[in-house]
């Protein structure tokens, strides 16, 4: 364990991402990377490189001029604006929600972005799904401040829709295609005064395969992970 823990980072860089040559790679964190020994503050070290692009260094330049509040060159959630898409990445890796500090930089973006004509379409990603989905047992719903925090993001992001703006959702962690998501119950109560929006969980790759939730049935909207097994020696 002590050997893959040292290895697995810098291996992950050097096969995953190097292979991607000059197709740009954003970096999200899952909640693997802040299980101990592992922590978020040696994810930031590891992969300041990634996380500080110059996409990202440009668009915190940009949101200086806006008066946008900004993230530090190493945060673990920032976002970048290319060709009218605001791409925002979330850090919901640990406690299984999301901070007040990265909840009121979140909705500082999205208030600036609805009044923004050249941003027509935004899209939020993250590692857990939020709260209420057809995921519901492997999301934000393992704690309050998850059903909290999530419920308020969604509904942040349901008020951008409003404002004539495409939102789309991503997360992973559970290790299966899913679509349409928040197509479920809880969003779809008028109660509840919000809407289902367009979101997929894409958890195929990683660990072991999951089974699909109960109430879904496999096809080709929702597919438990593919593995993909390499012989070393036989290199097949």
């Known amino acids: ?24 790679f954003f970096l999200g964190i899952g909640n693997h990377e802040t299980v101990p020994p592992k922590t978020r503050t040696e994810f930031q070290s590891q992969f300041s490189a990634l996380l500080s692009r ?11 001029l806006r ?27 640990s406690n299984d929600s999301f901070d007040e500090q990265q909840l009121n930089w979140f909705d500082a973006i999205l208030e600036v972005d609805v009044h923004d004509p050249a941003v027509l379409s935004i899209v939020v990603a993250m590692h857990e799904t939020l709260p209420y ?12 401040a998850g059903l909290a925090s999530g419920d308020h993001v969604y509904r942040n992001r349901v008020a ?8 789309y959702i991503l997360a992973s962690h559970a290790h299966y295609y899913l679509a349409d998501v928040f197509n479920t119950a809880y969003w ?21 395969r999951y089974a699909l939730p109960a109430d879904v049935v496999p096809g080709p909207d929702a597919q438990p992970q593919c593995l993909w097994l390499f ?4 290199g097949e």
């Not at 364990?1 to 740009?24: I, N, R, S």
Request: proline share 6%; glycine share 6%.
């Open 54 to 64: 110059t996409e990202l260094t440009a668009q915190r330049r940009r949101d200086t």
């Open 160 to 167: 951008a829709e409003d404002r004539h703006k495409r939102v």
């Open 188 to 208: 779809r109560d008028a109660t509840h005064h919000a809407q289902v929006l367009p979101g997929w969980i894409v958890g195929s790759a990683g660990a072991e």
């Open 231 to 234: 012989d070393r020696q036989r």
């Open 67 to 93: 008066h946008v509040p900004t993230t530090p060159s190493n945060s673990t959630y920032y976002h970048w604006i290319s060709r009218g898409v605001d791409f925002i990445n979330l850090d919901n890796a």
């Open 133 to 144: 989905s057809l995921s519901g047992s492997h999301s934000m719903c393992a704690s309050d």
């Open 1 to 24: 364990m002590d050997e893959y823990l040292t290895m697995a980072w810098p291996e992950f860089l050097e096969h995953q991402v190097t292979p991607c040559g000059k197709v740009p």
